[in-house]
């Protein structure tokens, strides 16, 4: 199961240069480790014995040579708690060198050491020792969230109903977030009755005094995990008790420890499924089981040097709302980037595909997704430059991503660059960016702004009847986007508060987030 941290737990990442050196530490430490039980075992002949030892007072004997069968003293309580944890693996994880352990969902393991905050030393079930990406297992405590199949961490209101309703089945529910710390939603599948519309239903966990959870006070349990076992076996006045677990689709984790150059040796090409502004895009596989996309760029199109060093940086970046970068190849030409694939393609396309179909929550869904995705970039103070909907992906599961960003910076063509050039995202631009080339995550808030209103058109091209000069002009005199018919006045108050003339005076991506939740809650 995808547990939807990825919105608000970062991951461990690192750099290649970062990742090599730290295996190639635990490697050495593991050999060192391996001659310290050598030495164990066989001590040198020549060993000095205590009563070698330089002493004016001779020594008395029975203090001399100590006992052969002398147990070791036992390490202290805190150091075997520290390394002996045992741990449930939240994602599969595939060995890539001899010394790495391999990890099936869902099963327990041993933690033997920790080498690197990265890096773990494991056993599994069948005695078989290796090392582990950290963040690919979670401590398995009964406590523990996130090692139940049911819980889906920070996931949104409407997010969940989307998940319930795609699986459509009576009584399937997920525990989730609640947009005050601390506190915590089951959302519940219910079908309706005498053909009337299924509904989903939302339960607040609530604490007493005591700290005793329930969602029927007559009925109190001590945990959540007990709570849960216990609802979905005995009714209590709720409808899922025979409720199976939402489970979400798609790649388990992003990679975001391996390194960021790829052998096109590992790459298997499948189909062409479309072409951008960089080259042909292919459908293919990497390692022969990982679904990818692979964009291959056309020869002068991109500044080559600039961008191998810049994918580096954009390795380290992953969140559920981006599309995870792999890595690149580069040891041929075409250049190749290879990245998550996204099997419901392009938003834009999916938008106006769907148009009429398509309720105002879902709508205000995907707003979400990429307000969740911009706002961990500016967290990590990352410029898109380029964002709208055409840039945006939609998953199997209809979880709508980020992707290309940060490549605009590095296209060749002047005519991507020009104020008044056709492939210039004019219409997508602040007053900053068109007049003096200025680029801001605040700019990146104007252009969200623009991708709301394209969502709620349902893919319309913003200002279609104008050109781009009359654009630039028409935004210089205060000029703005009308209100979309599927937009309430709410969505609207915030798209226009995207379009204030300076970028002080708007929004930053966190607080779009908490605005936009509120209004989702509302609904």
């Known amino acids: 199961m995808i547990c939807f941290s990825d919105n608000t737990i970062q ?16 490697r050495t430490q ?146 989730r977030d609640s947009r005050h710390l601390g506190s915590y939603t089951i ?9 009337s519309e299924a ?13 005793q959870c329930y969602v029927a006070e007559r009925h109190l349990f001590q945990s959540i ?55 042909v895009v292919h459908l293919g596989q990497w390692r022969a089981h990982i679904q ?6 056309s020869e002068g199109s991109m500044s080559e040097e600039d961008f191998i060093e810049e994918a580096k940086v954009m390795m380290k970046l992953s969140h559920s709302r981006l599309v995870q970068l792999y890595g690149v190849c580069i040891k041929q030409k075409p250049l190749y980037i290879v990245t998550e694939f996204m099997e419901n393609g392009c938003l834009l396309n999916y938008l106006r595909e769907r148009k009429g179909n398509l309720r105002k929550e879902v709508l205000l869904s995907v707003s979400q997704d990429i307000c969740e995705g911009m706002a961990y970039l500016e967290k990590n103070c990352f410029i898109h430059r380029d964002l709208a909907a055409r840039n945006c992906l939609v998953s199997s599961s209809c979880i709508v991503k980020i992707s290309d960003f940060g490549m605009t910076r590095y296209v060749l063509d002047d005519e991507y660059i020009s104020s008044f050039g056709a492939k210039f995202p004019v219409k997508w631009s602040p007053p900053e960016v068109f007049h003096f080339n ?4 605040k700019s990146d808030v104007w252009s969200f702004g623009v991708l709301m209103w394209e969502v709620f058109t349902e893919g319309k091209m913003p200002f279609e009847n104008k050109s781009n000069l009359q654009v630039v002009e028409a935004i210089s005199e205060g000029y703005r986007l009308y209100r979309p018919h599927l937009a309430p006045m709410s969505i609207y108050e915030v798209m226009y508060s995207c379009w204030h003339e300076k970028p002080k005076g708007r929004p930053t991506f966190a607080e779009l987030v908490q605005v936009l939740t509120e209004i989702a809650e509302t609904w």
Request: aromatic share 8%.
């Open 11 to 26: 991951s461990i990442f690192c750099c290649c240069c970062c990742c090599s050196l730290q295996k190639r530490q635990v």
């Open 30 to 175: 593991i050999s060192l480790s391996k001659d310290e039980e050598l030495s164990e075992r066989y001590p040198p002949r020549h060993r000095p014995q205590l009563c070698e030892l330089p002493n004016k007072k001779k020594p008395n004997r029975s203090h001399g040579k100590p006992p052969k069968h002398k147990p070791l003293p036992p390490l202290p309580v805190s150091e075997v708690g520290e390394e002996m944890v045992q741990v449930k693996a939240l994602y599969d994880f595939m060995p890539r060198e001899p010394c790495d352990l391999a990890l099936k969902r869902s099963e327990e393991y041993l933690i033997l050491a920790k080498y690197t905050p990265h890096w773990w030393k494991a056993r599994d079930h069948l005695g078989n020792e290796g090392l582990i990406p950290s963040n690919y297992v979670t401590e398995n405590k009964l406590t523990n969230l996130e090692i139940y199949e049911w819980y889906h961490k920070n996931i949104t209101r409407n997010q969940a109903e989307r998940l319930l309703r795609q699986q459509s089945k009576e009584g399937a529910f997920i525990v």
């Open 187 to 195: 959302s519940v599948f219910v079908k309706g009755r005498s053909g």
């Open 199 to 211: 509904t989903i239903k939302h339960y607040q966990i609530k604490k007493n005094d005591s700290g």
């Open 225 to 279: 995990p007990e709570l849960i076992q216990y609802h979905q076996h005995n009714a209590a006045g709720k409808s899922w008790t025979s409720g199976s677990v939402a489970k979400s689709q798609g790649l388990d984790r992003q990679h975001s420890f391996e390194k960021w150059e790829i052998d096109p040796c590992e790459l298997a090409f499948v189909k062409e499924i479309g072409s951008g502004q960089f080259g």
């Open 292 to 297: 990818v996309a692979i964009k291959a760029i």
């Open 438 to 441: 200025k680029y801001s995550s």
